[in-house]
DNA sequence: CTGAAAGCGCTTACAG
DNA sequence: CTGAAAGCGCTTACAG
């Protein structure tokens, strides 16, 4: 690599200090009174030598990266990738760039992550904190380092978090299935005590509740790294076996785009046989033969607030913020 | 933030230079020969104190950071998202971690990300260049800043590239319609000079030529950022004015999936009306009423061998390697 | 208006 | 076996 250029060469080659030159590629030439001409001179060989500032010196220095760290569950998936997309263009609105992680949902990859990230001095953290990392949070937030949780929050703690209102978007969902006179409806999560998921289920088991069906809550609970065959053994359980399901309600992103694969191939058809309520949404959801009705979450606004509370918080602010969106529904021809 | 254990604080309280310190947290006290029971001190004190080595500091002083720029089109394309995961994970494993950004196939945008990675001093870049972007990439190779181009090269350049047989791709897929008797078959391809988009169209006039069909050759451009109106104008001009054709291959996975919201509404049906053959495959390929036949690019494989070709670039290699792997041809039922 | 100097937290030749 | 010291490229109080 041809050496790179730095505020010595230019000083020397002005004939001035460091300081003086770096003053004036900071902006700082009018508050320090610095010569008319030697301004003048400075920028000229600054660009001719093109110039660029070393921002890991200036890190150090300074005692900040302007560099965000953000760890999502997994980039490959659409919806973490809008996430991050809309993150990253607002965290650059702001001069901060991101350095990213996928925690594939493992708390221990998460603590690694946050490890390498800290290590790497970034400011502060934008995560989507998976079970069991309770502990690594409230580490990192006793040392008062920023951070934001969004999609999920922990219980308990005063951290900073934006998501929806979970409980009342299954609840909701619930009830539209009841109003068009399903009554067998189940719902299909993710084995997880994870708020947005604990809430999800507890949203749809009221409204059950509410209309005496208590009788007729099934749960059923897949884990996260599901494989088609464990949606499928859930689902003949669910549809076939014991209880003739009537309607399903799956909770994430991609339960449902497992469910899609399994009726792809089943003799059962949505809706006549089984109503489908999806969630988050995904193009898939729009090509099924049955166009999917669905439950979707503002991930822009979701992306765009959590920078907004995380900078918020890097510019010293000390109150805790819990914000709650307002999720959507997509009514499309799946119930 | 509470204050950051540095190595001097632990030199005093273990009471030896920072010097020993810094050899043993880094596995050198063998080769410097450091006292056993100061190492077993220092080791202690470090663990007791939570010590975190800071990188920052470490790269000013060694001139390497340990990170990658990743600069890709859109993170939010799950084509782009599954490769940027692929290269989060296979950097990980050598000790990188990933700066990145989206051009939005800009090429202006391109340069700005390119700076501001350079300022913070990544070690080598793995970019998807937009078109236009020749310029800014050479003059990043002149710098002798070690860079891999994935899925597109630029002609003339002696730069890394990661990328499939694009020519071949298509004039298969060419004569997989021709031989199922197909003959006025057109290309949806980007208004795009870029190598692979070029090569794409290529294979598909060669293969419409050698069967005698140059009458037939339909190329339809469409810029990249298209709404789906776009799509449909181009797609009823072809289809249903000029030129009544047949078979349509699109280049790109998101042509394609626009090329679907149009069927999804058109009187036109899949296979019968039309054939469909798409590009880079997306779940909703599997999910639309006649599932897509497409043209899939070795994403893994591209990510993981374009890791390997920066490493090796950070280790000295000073060849230029020119990737090509093979791409895979699904077969479903909308030919 | 300008410069010498300290210091951010490390690593590493060098000397002993 | 161990330490004093220089230096990576910046910024910034301080002195003049």
């Not at 050496?3 to 060469?9: E, F, P, T």
């Not at 610095?34 to 220095?61: F, H, T």
């Not at 965000?68 to 569950?73: D, W």
């Amino acid at each position: 690599m041809g050496k790179r250029i730095s505020l010595k060469d230019i000083a020397e080659k002005v004939g001035v200090s460091t300081a003086l030159v770096s003053y004036v590629l900071n902006g700082k030439e009018k508050e320090k009174r610095v010569g008319k001409d030697v301004v003048k001179k400075i920028r000229e060989v600054a660009a001719e030598l093109n110039y660029r500032p070393n921002q890991i010196a200036r890190s150090l220095r300074q005692g900040w990266t302007k560099t965000i760290g953000l760890i999502v569950a997994d980039i490959a998936n659409p919806f973490f990738g809008t996430m991050v997309r809309v993150i990253e263009d607002e965290a650059n609105k702001f001069g901060y760039n991101v350095l990213f992680g996928s925690s594939d949902e493992d708390s221990e990859k998460l603590g690694a992550l946050i490890d390498t990230l800290c290590n790497r001095q970034v400011d502060g953290f934008i995560i989507v904190p998976p079970e069991g990392s309770d502990a690594a949070i409230k580490r990192l937030s006793e040392r008062e380092i920023p951070i934001v949780l969004i999609d999920r929050k922990m219980k308990g703690q005063n951290i900073d978090s934006v998501l929806i209102d979970n409980y009342t978007a299954t609840y909701e969902a619930t009830n539209y299935l009841l109003d068009k006179g399903y009554k067998r409806i189940a719902i299909v999560a993710n084995k997880s005590s994870l708020n947005p998921m604990s809430e999800r289920i507890g949203g749809y088991c009221e409204a059950m509740k509410e209309e005496g069906l208590e009788k007729e809550i099934h749960i059923e609970l897949i884990k996260y790294e599901h494989t088609r065959a464990d949606m499928a053994e859930s689902l003949d359980k669910l549809l076939l076996k014991e209880s003739k399901i009537e309607a399903l309600i799956f909770t994430t992103n991609s339960l449902s785009i497992s469910g899609l694969y399994y009726f792809r191939n089943s003799e059962l058809k949505v809706p006549e046989d089984v109503a489908f309520i999806g969630f988050d949404g995904d193009e898939a959801f729009d090509f099924f033969y049955s166009p999917i009705t669905y439950i979707v979450q503002p991930v822009e606004e979701m992306g765009k607030e959590s920078v907004r509370l995380l900078i918020d918080q890097l510019n010293g602010s000390r109150k805790t913020v819990q914000i709650r969106l307002k999720h959507s529904f997509i009514e499309q021809q799946s119930c």
